[in-house]
């Protein structure tokens, strides 16, 4: 199920400044806090000198706001980065909820980082850090499918296949006909969240999803038509023997059938296992957890 979003309610869903969620992303590690806190120590210094250079050219009152707002940004620094690309993702002119189900679970480990260490016998030896993650597809009955990898985390034990996922899809076109972006992964079956960073508003994006369970309410877009009422619904389309891959097409419940069909490429995320890792699907077992 696909259904258009008003951009009231888009822009309530991912708002212009950053959520607690979106700050508490960004704060990081102590790692990174001390990284903060040593640019915000380095920018009072080189207030401090520009005084000192150029003493009387620039008013003191201008050089104490800008000392300030440098010193304090260890605190607002996370509150711009989370606001960027929060602005980032509200670029797009449309939304949609999309409502369908897990089809795939499997794990990998990731590298994140290397890094250098000396034995004892005095030899260069490069450890890498790996991660296990977590790789969710998601999909409905028309062929549409997205795939989310996150860090594994211990409540991810309760997703299982076949579990109602939603989420938010982005688009540049009013008929949401291509899918640029989609966002985190909800499943209410669980009432838990599947994301690497957190771009909705959970609580608002609840009850969307809630009013949506039961009627189209006035979160459908009537930009196209103000009277239509029915979700979008996605259906695939037979390959063609020039066609590298599969097509979606865009059809309407109350459509005649020798209505048109778009076709638009299903949405996947950048992942793709290297060919040492082995697809891993839980479908009947948790020992892979």
């Known amino acids: ?38 640019i915000s120590v380095v920018g009072i210094f080189a207030i401090v000198l520009i005084r000192v250079l150029l003493f009387g050219v620039i008013p003191d009152g201008i050089l104490l706001f800008v000392g300030l707002a440098i010193g304090l940004y260890w605190i607002w620094g996370p509150i711009l980065w989370a606001s960027l690309r929060n602005i980032e993702y509200r670029r797009y002119g449309y939304a949609g ?90 499943i209410p079956d669980h009432n838990l969240w599947v994301s690497d960073y957190p771009y909705l508003q959970q609580d608002a994006f609840i009850d969307v999803s809630r009013r ?36 979606l097409t865009r059809s309407r419940a109350d459509e005649s059938p020798d209505r048109r069909r778009r076709s638009t490429p299903a949405v996947e995320s950048d992942y793709q296992p290297t060919s040492s890792q082995k697809r891993r699907s839980r479908r009947s077992t948790n020992n892979d957890w």
């Not at 869903?13 to 040593?38: E, H, M, N």
């Not at 076109?173 to 989609?182: C, F």
């Open 97 to 186: 909820f999309w409502q369908g189900r897990i089809t795939d679970i499997f794990l990998t480990e990731e590298l994140i980082g290397t890094e250098e260490n000396v034995n004892n016998r005095g030899e260069l030896v490069v450890v890498e850090n790996r991660e296990r993650c977590l790789n969710l597809e998601v999909g409905d009955e028309t062929g549409f499918t997205a795939r989310l990898q996150v860090p594994l985390k211990r409540y991810h034990r309760a997703i299982d296949l076949g579990d109602v996922a939603e989420m938010l899809v982005l688009s540049n076109r009013g008929d949401l006909g291509r899918i640029a972006q989609t966002t985190d992964i909800y």
């Open 1 to 38: 199920m696909l259904v258009p979003l008003t951009r009231k309610t888009f822009e309530t869903l991912i708002p212009l400044v950053a959520t607690g969620g979106q700050y508490a992303y960004f704060w990081g590690k102590p790692r990174d806090v001390l990284k903060r806190v040593l």
């Open 212 to 247: 949506l369970s039961t009627q189209f309410p006035e979160a459908v877009n009537p930009v196209e038509n103000p009277t239509e009422t029915e979700p979008i619904r996605l259906k695939r389309t037979p390959k063609s023997a020039n066609s590298q891959g599969s097509a």
